[in-house]
C-alpha cells in the first residue's frame, strides 16, 4: 500500500513525525475497486472514512422514484464518506461507487477515534479538513442560487479538471442540478467559443 499521496495531504496541514505517519500507515486499509463497482451502498452503515488515493469516486442519493442526484465527486487527495453515518452509527442514505479503477484507503471509525487519541495532530488535521469541507458545501449551495448554470459548469471543470472523461454527461448533470440536453447545449455554446 503507498501511502505517500494520503501523507503529502496531511503534511499541508500538520507535520508527522516518524511514529505517526507509520500509526496511520498501520490502521488504514487498501481497498482497490473497479470502474462501476459500488464500495458502499445506501442502506450499510458507513464503517469507513476514505481516502482517494487513486481514481474517481461518485456518492449519490437515490430517491423514492428511483431517480439518483449526484451530491460529491471525488478525486485523488479526497475524503470521502458519510460523517452523519458514521457518527451516529446509522446507516447511510448514499451511494459511493468508482468512476474508473482506482483505490481507496479506508480509516476505520474505530481506529480514527483511537488516531485522535493517541495523536492530537490528526484530531486538528481532520477538523480543519471538515471545515475546508463545510465551507465547500457552503459555497457550493450560494453558487447554486446565484451563478447561471454555465458558471457552475465552468467551475466544475476547474475543479475536476479530468473527471469528463470518466463521469457521464447525465451524472454531471446531476450534481450541477441541470438536464442532461441543457448541459448539452452548455457544452455546445462553449467549444463554439473557444
Known amino acids: 500500500m503507498n501511502c505517500d499521496t494520503i501523507i ?5 496541514v500538520v507535520q508527522l513525525n516518524q511514529n505517526e505517519a507509520e500509526f496511520l500507515e498501520s490502521i488504514l486499509i487498501s481497498r482497490p475497486f473497479k470502474q462501476g463497482e459500488v464500495i458502499v451502498k445506501n442502506g450499510e452503515p458507513a464503517r469507513y472514512l476514505m481516502f482517494v488515493n487513486s481514481g ?4 449519490y442519493f437515490t430517491d423514492k422514484g428511483g431517480a439518483d442526484h449526484v451530491i460529491q ?3 485523488e487527495g479526497w475524503w470521502v464518506g458519510d460523517i452523519h453515518s458514521l ?3 446509522t446507516h447511510t442514505q448514499f451511494t459511493t461507487k468508482g468512476l474508473c479503477d482506482g483505490e481507496v484507503l479506508l480509516l476505520p471509525r474505530s481506529a480514527q477515534n483511537q488516531l485522535f487519541e493517541v495523536y492530537a495532530k490528526f484530531e486538528h488535521y481532520f477538523r480543519i ?3 475546508n469541507s463545510l465551507l465547500r458545501q457552503q459555497f457550493r449551495f450560494i453558487e447554486t442560487y446565484s451563478q447561471s448554470a454555465e458558471e457552475r459548469y465552468q467551475a466544475f471543470i476547474a475543479a475536476y479538471p479530468k473527471i469528463e472523461q470518466y463521469a457521464p454527461q447525465k451524472q454531471i448533470a446531476s450534481y450541477l442540478g ?5 448541459l448539452s447545449k452548455i457544452r ?3 467549444a463554439e467559443e473557444a
Open 8 to 12: 503529502s495531504n496531511i503534511s499541508k
Open 56 to 59: 474517481f469516486l461518485m456518492t
Open 73 to 75: 465527486f471525488a478525486s
Open 87 to 89: 457518527s451516529k452509527e
Open 129 to 131: 479538513t471538515f471545515q
Open 178 to 182: 441541470i438536464t442532461p440536453q441543457f
Open 188 to 190: 455546445k455554446k462553449l
